[in-house]
């Protein structure tokens, strides 16, 4: 298999505060990443598509102002939740695609995801 | 508009019981169709099938693919109170995307 590691696994911050979310490719490189959030009791959202060197493809009614996200390297994706507000509050997972030949192509492996509260 | 959907939603059966999670699926571009296990956190990898008609097999878990129906299946056979979880079935679709449906909460009890 291949690692993705997400941090913090657990956060809880006021009304109006940003915060980060990292996603990390432990042992592999990834020019993709994926944002993914879940409800409770529902399924993953794709959110948006992360980009090594350029813009984040974003799905259709995802505010890309309040959710920015930065691919810096090929190993660490990021997401700011902006503002957050308590309606943010979810479970935010990542997931990235280790090159082919290191596993069967297009397969996600998954972070073990953030849980934000928003107070 | 693409989408899948699993059914059950929900299935709770004793030790031992065989079950049978559903998955359908309206995808344009399909490319494949994959099967995540998740407890608390991380889905973790389940299967991945591309052809039809051909079973993939792990342990007790199998499952199989019928892209003309736009369909699958996943078995678990004698089941445990390990195999409690949610099931998520997902259909890639063009540009890496994953496309998830709302997932089967199994239940076993002992």
């Known amino acids: 298999g291949a690692v993705v590691s997400q941090h913090p696994s657990w956060v809880i911050c006021k009304s109006g505060t940003s915060v980060k979310i990292e996603c990390r490719s432990l042992d592999f490189q990834a020019t993709t990443m994926f944002w993914y959030r879940q409800f409770p009791k529902q399924s993953l959202m794709l959110m948006a598509t992360s980009n090594e060197g350029s813009k984040a493809t974003y799905e259709q009614g995802v505010e890309k102002d309040k959710f920015l996200i930065n691919h810096a390297s090929l190993t660490l994706s990021t997401l700011t939740v902006t503002s957050a507000h308590p309606e943010d509050s979810s479970f935010y997972i990542c997931s990235a695609n280790p090159p082919a030949g290191r596993v069967a192509k297009n397969i996600q492996y998954f972070g073990a995801g953030t849980r934000l509260s928003v107070l | 508009e693409d989408k899948v959907v699993q059914s059950p939603l929900s299935l709770v059966v004793h030790e031992g019981d065989t079950v049978t999670l559903n998955c359908s699926y309206e995808?344009?571009?399909?490319?494949?169709l994959l099967w995540y296990k998740q407890e608390k956190k991380a889905p973790t990898f389940l299967f991945m099938l591309t052809s039809s008609g051909i079973e993939k097999k792990s342990g007790r878990l199998s499952s199989i693919l019928d892209k003309k129906e736009l369909f699958s299946i996943l078995n678990i056979t004698a089941t445990q109170t390990g195999d409690s979880a949610i099931y998520l079935c997902?259909?890639?679709?063009?540009?890496?995307?994953?496309?998830f449906g709302t997932g089967t909460r199994l239940q076993v009890f002992p």
């Open positions: 997902a259909v890639e679709a063009a540009g890496d995307k994953l496309i």
């Open positions: 995808v344009t571009n399909f490319r494949s």
